[in-house]
């Protein structure tokens, strides 16, 4: 950073997680006058990526669109990595901001690493323990944490991880989860949305006077056998006079050939992809949440709504010791037996939904930015310092 200039923040979004979880920051970093913002899309999830910026009123400045049909992760990674240095090159920033575990945090944080930009990781700290689960995002956020120079920890939880592995604790700040803000401004903005929610709004009419379950499945670890019993359990629970299931369909193939079966199901409600705003509104009005994803375990304790986790092992255990999420795998039996639990005992089901959140109090972002500004304050003051001493030595 030069002396005298407004440092540059870069921030680098690639999949809707990304958008929805980074949009909260973003706006909290633009509200900072001294401070010039530019958001880099990768493009990694083109399509739903780009409909959670437009709700999120986010234009990017940069689009590297690197998505291509069938691509792999290696050439995805190659592509971020070279795309996004030519961005860095350009640019200059003082600071990269990365988010959670995707391939675009990964690639974008290394980057700037060879580039010796310092990279701010918001929801760092996040570990399954197995690098296969969830894959290959463990193995991501591992070595974002290796590389990041600032580390904002959604939970104590997180934090903790990342000391147990030499990360040093000035580098670490706890702000809690910024898909808590992001939810508490889209609820706070649903009249501007509304119109967003009519295909929504028409499922729920349907549902009149029965339960809805909603389930999400899109993890490369649940491909296959996992899947088939997740298929199975939801035709069996759709067997249930009382139930309706609501299912957006994720757009992966895989995914696509296994539940495109349960379409001609009587109370199974298929859906393609939903943006965010008709998503948290089915969240919102639904009563039980069948899911692998880990962004719908963070916001389903803040609107009251059990969880159960289609997952062996999950990075987000916070949910789970609180008791507002239970861990069932992608096992038909298990899957079957808990949710029928939820649904015939209101004491168990009232025990979830009150559980309460602990993941965040909606003020994460103000954190994060206030973070990023001092630090590069305190380096703007270094930096001058420094050319001073030079000046006087000379």
């Known amino acids: 950073m030069s002396v005298g200039a407004r440092p540059r923040v870069v921030v680098a979004v690639g999949t809707r997680p990304e958008a929805i979880k980074l949009f909260p920051v973003i706006r909290a970093l633009k509200a900072d006058p001294d401070l010039r913002v530019t958001v880099c899309a990768t493009g990694q999830h083109r399509q739903i990526l780009d409909q959670a910026l ?3 009123g986010i234009a990017p400045d940069v689009d590297l669109d690197v998505m291509r049909p069938r691509q792999g992760l290696d050439a995805l990674s190659a592509a971020l990595l070279t795309g996004f240095g030519q961005v860095l090159d350009e640019l200059q920033p003082d600071m990269v901001v990365v988010q959670g575990d995707t391939t675009t945090a990964a690639m974008c944080a290394l980057s700037s690493h060879y580039r010796r930009i310092p990279v701010a990781h918001v929801e760092a700290g996040l570990r399954s323990g197995d690098l296969h689960h969830p894959w290959p995002e463990e193995a991501n956020r591992r070595m974002v944490g290796q590389i990041a120079d600032l580390h904002f920890a959604p939970t104590e939880i997180a934090a903790g991880n990342l000391r147990r592995e030499n990360i040093g604790a000035d580098s670490i700040h706890v ?13 706070a903005e649903m009249d501007r949305l509304d119109h967003l929610t009519a295909e929504v709004r028409e499922i729920l009419a349907e549902a009149k006077g029965r339960r809805i379950i909603l389930t999400t499945t899109h993890r490369r670890e649940n ?40 379409g001609d ?9 939903q943006t965010y705003v008709p998503f948290l509104h089915l969240m919102a009005h639904c009563d039980l949440i069948l899911t692998d994803s880990g962004g719908v375990q963070e916001e389903a304790p803040a609107l009251a709504k059990p969880v159960l986790v289609l997952r062996d092992k999950t990075e987000r255990p916070e949910g789970i010791t609180a008791g507002t999420a239970r861990l069932v795998g992608a096992h038909a039996p298990t899957i ?10 209101p004491a168990a089901y009232a025990r979830m939904a009150s559980a309460g959140s602990p993941y965040g109090d909606g003020r994460a972002a103000g954190r994060i930015a206030g973070l990023i500004r001092a630090t ?5 003051r270094l930096a001058e310092q420094a050319l001073h001493s030079d000046a006087r030595v000379a």
């Open 223 to 262: 491909f296959g056998g996992g899947l088939e019993q997740i298929a199975q359990a939801l035709e069996h629970l759709a067997r249930r006079p009382d139930v309706m299931i609501v299912a957006p369909v994720h757009p992966n193939p895989q995914v696509t050939r296994v539940m495109g079966r349960l």
């Open 265 to 273: 199901q009587p109370n199974i409600r298929l859906m393609s992809p």
């Open 175 to 187: 702000t809690g989860n910024t898909v808590i803000d992001a939810l508490y401004l889209t609820l």
């Open 376 to 380: 590069l304050q305190a380096r703007g």
């Open 54 to 56: 437009e709700i999120a």
């Open 336 to 345: 079957i037996a808990e949710a029928e639990r939820l649904l015939d005992d």
